[in-house]
């Protein structure tokens, strides 16, 4: 793939939870669709579990296909506990604990960072990223650059940590900013790390949290970064409305309804208005002459979005049982109704589950397999 500034491609992988399964289908198909060893992708960025699933794609750059094997390996034997404590006597206290810190000063000084801990995950993490690989395919000139986007606790903003070898400057934008580092698991772990649910990460002097709360334009992290032709890969899915006449209207929304949709809101809203912007931006490139076009700072981007073709939290209901007992019992308390299951499609990280995502994710590409070849031609 050429790598000119005219055209370079670049990959944007969103967040989603236990959804970021389906983005590993859509690798695994671009790995075959591409027969390239190198990584089709010499831009990538990830936010939340994309920034996950982006770390792990620059770990083995140079080699395309066993990059994505290592991922869906590590995907599919995926549980829970793999990812984060959920046993009931940890949850519990925690919970208990934060809630007194509220009212008493005196538990304030030892309260929980969280309600579950996910020391597990940034084990498992510790074990599969190589970020000095990461670094060498950099100043190889193989990988331009990789993005990984976090929310500071204290700035409000959505900070872009990257790295390349080219001469791409910081970046200032409204409420969001783009810092040259030397990328490490905390920016990752920050990246994905839901408030209240996962501990937030000291990087540098500030806190930073789950990305996707303060990315309100999830693509300009790839253009910074130098993409002119963007794939996106979402975890948005195809929502079957349910009208007055199926009764489910007249129910009011649980607290677990209200959190689902809340993060159904923080990892996709963001991403359709950037897209359908960056749609109307290219509509308007075309109505200014060539040589206007020159004094904007403006530029046509190319993009391909591939989302699931199919309702996942209704795939998410059918592996509802592979769920540890604490996590049962959470969501009951919680009221997620059995007709929603968006939380769960979010939180199940249990084997069954993730494959039907990872066979979907490839199912869905590979019957973009034209589509994608011709936005990946020269």
Do not use: C
């Given at each position: 793939m050429t790598k000119t500034a005219d055209q370079r491609f670049a990959i944007v992988l969103t967040g989603?939870?236990?959804?970021?399964?389906?983005?590993?289908?859509?690798?695994?198909?671009?790995?075959?669709?591409?027969?390239?060893?190198?990584?089709?992708?010499?831009?990538?960025?990830?936010?939340?579990?994309?920034?996950?699933?982006?770390?792990?794609?620059?770990?083995?750059?140079?080699?395309?296909?066993?990059?994505?094997?290592?991922?869906?390996?590590f995907w599919r034997k995926l549980h829970i506990e793999d990812v984060l404590d959920a046993r009931i006597t940890t949850v519990l206290l925690n919970g208990f604990r934060m809630f007194l810190s509220e009212f008493f000063s005196v538990f304030r000084r030892n309260t929980p960072k969280s309600l579950f801990e996910n020391d597990p995950l940034r084990q498992s993490l510790r074990q599969g990223l190589d970020f000095s690989s990461i670094s060498r395919s950099i100043t190889a000139k193989e990988l331009y650059s990789i993005g990984i986007t976090c929310s500071g606790y204290s700035s409000g903003n959505a900070k872009t940590?990257?790295?390349?070898?080219?001469?791409?400057?910081?970046?200032?934008?409204?409420?969001?900013?783009?810092?040259?580092?030397?990328?490490t698991i905390d920016h990752v772990?920050?990246?994905?790390?839901?408030?209240?649910?996962?501990?937030?990460?000291?990087i540098g002097n500030e806190y930073f949290g789950d990305g996707s709360l303060r990315l309100t334009s999830p693509l300009a992290p790839s253009i910074h970064l130098?993409?002119?032709?963007?794939?996106?890969?979402?975890?948005?899915?195809?929502?079957?409305?349910?009208s007055l006449e199926d009764?489910?209207?007249?129910?009011?929304?649980?607290?677990?309804?209200?959190?689902?949709?809340?993060?159904?809101?923080?990892?996709?809203?963001?991403?359709?208005?950037?897209?359908?912007r960056l749609q109307r931006i290219n509509q308007t490139l075309k109505l200014i002459p060539g040589e206007s076009r020159q004094n904007t700072r403006l530029r046509h981007i190319e993009t391909l979005v591939i989302n699931p073709s199919q309702n996942?939290?209704?795939?998410?209901?059918?592996?509802?049982?592979?769920?540890?007992?604490?996590?049962?019992w959470i969501l009951a308390s919680q009221g997620s109704s059995m007709k929603v299951g968006m939380l769960e499609s979010y939180l199940l990280f249990e084997p069954g589950?993730?494959?039907?995502?990872?066979?979907?994710?490839y199912g869905d590409t590979m019957a973009m397999r034209d589509e994608i070849l011709q936005f990946l031609k020269e």
């Open positions: 989603g939870g236990a959804r970021g399964a389906y983005q590993v289908g859509v690798l695994k198909a671009l790995a075959e669709i591409s027969e390239k060893k190198p990584v089709a992708f010499p831009v990538i960025t990830g936010v939340s579990v994309g920034a996950i699933n982006a770390a792990a794609l620059a770990s083995n750059f140079d080699n395309f296909k066993y990059s994505v094997q290592l991922i869906e390996k940590f990257f790295e390349t070898a080219s001469e791409i400057p910081d970046w200032q934008r409204e409420r969001r900013e783009g810092v040259r580092s030397h990328l772990m920050a990246s994905s790390a839901l408030p209240l649910l996962f501990p937030a990460v000291k130098g993409g002119t032709r963007l794939l996106i890969v979402g975890t948005r899915d195809i929502i079957q409305a349910t009764g489910f209207a007249s129910q009011y929304p649980s607290v677990g309804d209200l959190t689902g949709y809340a993060l159904d809101t923080i990892f996709h809203d963001n991403l359709d208005a950037d897209i359908e996942l939290t209704q795939m998410a209901l059918r592996y509802r049982h592979e769920m540890p007992r604490t996590m049962k589950y993730i494959g039907s995502l990872i066979d979907l994710g």
